[in-house]
């Protein structure tokens, strides 16, 4: 699902106009963006949380050329889903026989 798609199904969900609910959409992930850039932690209970890791630096190597190359050190976002969320995921999983 895509953001367009997102926006489609809430604004059906919600009986409100796509542009309300595109609007809806921006300003839930626009909070999220803000958080994390300021290195808040971001927990949507029972759904997920975000929180931005820290990476050291450390010697890689260049698959191509097999040359050493530093890697400087970087920050990521880590989304971990929530436990209801992977129960509901697992729930819905094909048991194998």
Not at 33 to 59: N, P, Q, T
Not at 71 to 95: R, S, T
Request: proline share 6%; hydrophobic share 40%; aromatic share 10%.
């Amino acid at each position: 699902m895509n953001k367009s798609e997102l926006c489609a199904r809430l604004a059906e969900s919600a009986s409100i106009p796509l542009e309300e609910a595109s609007k809806v959409v921006d300003v839930f992930f626009g909070v999220i963006h803000d958080a994390l850039m300021e290195e808040h932690r971001v927990e949507i209970r029972g759904f997920c949380s975000w929180k931005i890791k820290e990476y050291k630096s450390y010697a890689g190597r260049n698959p191509t050329t097999g040359e050493t190359v530093l890697v400087p050190p970087k920050k990521l976002p880590f989304f971990k889903a929530g436990k209801d969320l992977l129960e509901a995921i697992n729930k819905q999983a094909p048991e194998f026989d």
